[in-house]
Structure formats: structure tokens, C-alpha cells
């Protein structure tokens, strides 16, 4: 069962987001199993979605976030099956993972 935890916001920092690898350090547990993903709903909107949860200890944020320009969401997620809590974006969270590391990189 998740846990929403809005000790999680403390990864949600745009200099904190792109300025590390992932999986993160849990904020709540200290595991390195913390994933994030960002979702661009609208083309034409900065605002969109964000996740951030801990498969370890099971703490999560979802929230509205202001999603920076060049971020592009990951092509493999159904956006209808995404809701508050991160049941769905858990199966994807490798392939989260290395999406957003490789948006770092870019």
C-alpha cells in the first residue's frame, strides 16, 4: 500500500532533478529506490504532473508541476492509466529511470 509522504517534495527541486542520477536516495528511508517522472498532459502547457515515489518504502507525491521545457515525456506509458498513486509508473520504473537519465545527459 503507498504512503503519500510530502517529505517526497523534497526531490522536486528543478536543481535537484536534474542534477542527479536515478534511482535516488529516499527522502523518507534512505534506500536508493526513488524514482521520479514528469508528464506533459498538453504540448502547449508548462503545467503538467509529477511523481515521485519510493519502491522501498512505498512513499509517494503526486503533484501539478510546472514541467521544464525541454523535458519529453516517456513514449512507453498509456497517459490514461496514470493516477495519483504510482501503481502503474512502479512496473515502469527501470524504464522510467533510465528516461530521465538519459534527459540529464541530454
Not at 11 to 37: G, Q, R, W
Request: hydrophobic share 35%; proline share 5%.
Amino acid at each position: 500500500m503507498w504512503n503519500e509522504n510530502d517529505t517526497m517534495l523534497n526531490v522536486m527541486d528543478e536543481n535537484i532533478i536534474f542534477a542527479n542520477k536515478y534511482p535516488l536516495v529516499c527522502p523518507v528511508c534512505n534506500a536508493s529506490s526513488t524514482h521520479l517522472y514528469l508528464h506533459r498532459f498538453n504540448p502547449e502547457d508548462s503545467m503538467g504532473a509529477a511523481w515521485v515515489w519510493c519502491s522501498h518504502c512505498k512513499s509517494y507525491v503526486h503533484t501539478q508541476f510546472r514541467i521544464p521545457s525541454n523535458w519529453v515525456n516517456l513514449n512507453t506509458l498509456d497517459e490514461d492509466m496514470l493516477e495519483s498513486t504510482p501503481d502503474y509508473l512502479e512496473q515502469s520504473a527501470d524504464g522510467i529511470d533510465n528516461h530521465i537519465n538519459n534527459m540529464v545527459s541530454i
